[in-house]
């Protein structure tokens, strides 16, 4: 069974940061592309971040790209989003997304339960 357990977030001051972390099990994960998205109040969930798996290609949403920085860990079987600068317009529960990265792969699409992250004064 594929289990994606997200940890950290949180609420932090404007200009703050903050780091979420996504432990996967269950799968072969150096095969998956993983990712974080976002989804706000009222607002359709959105792609934030997205790694290859090894790690030699990173995605960012332009909203993100300078702050946040994705990485994994193909032994810990982790992947990490460092949120630095935030401001309250990514105040959002945060996903994490695995993917399967071969052709054969592409039915393999898993979630997280999500992760609050609260950016306000």
């Known amino acids: 069974q594929v289990q994606l357990v997200e940890s950290g977030g949180g609420f932090v001051q404007p200009g703050g940061s903050l780091r979420l972390s996504c432990a996967a099990s269950?799968?072969?994960?150096?095969?998956?592309?993983m990712s974080w998205y976002r989804q706000a109040p009222g607002k359709e969930r959105e792609l934030v971040a997205s790694?290859?798996?090894?790690?030699?290609?990173?995605f960012y949403a332009d909203s993100v790209k300078g702050r946040f920085t994705i990485s994994r860990d193909n032994f810990a079987n982790t992947i990490d989003l460092q949120m630095n600068s935030l401001a309250p317009e990514d105040t959002a529960v945060y996903y994490c997304n695995a993917k399967g990265a071969l052709p054969i792969m592409t039915s393999m699409d898993y979630w997280g339960q999500g992760r609050q992250v609260t950016v306000s004064s």
């Open positions: 269950g799968l072969t994960f150096r095969l998956f592309r």
């Open positions: 790694i290859s798996p090894s790690a030699d290609n990173m």
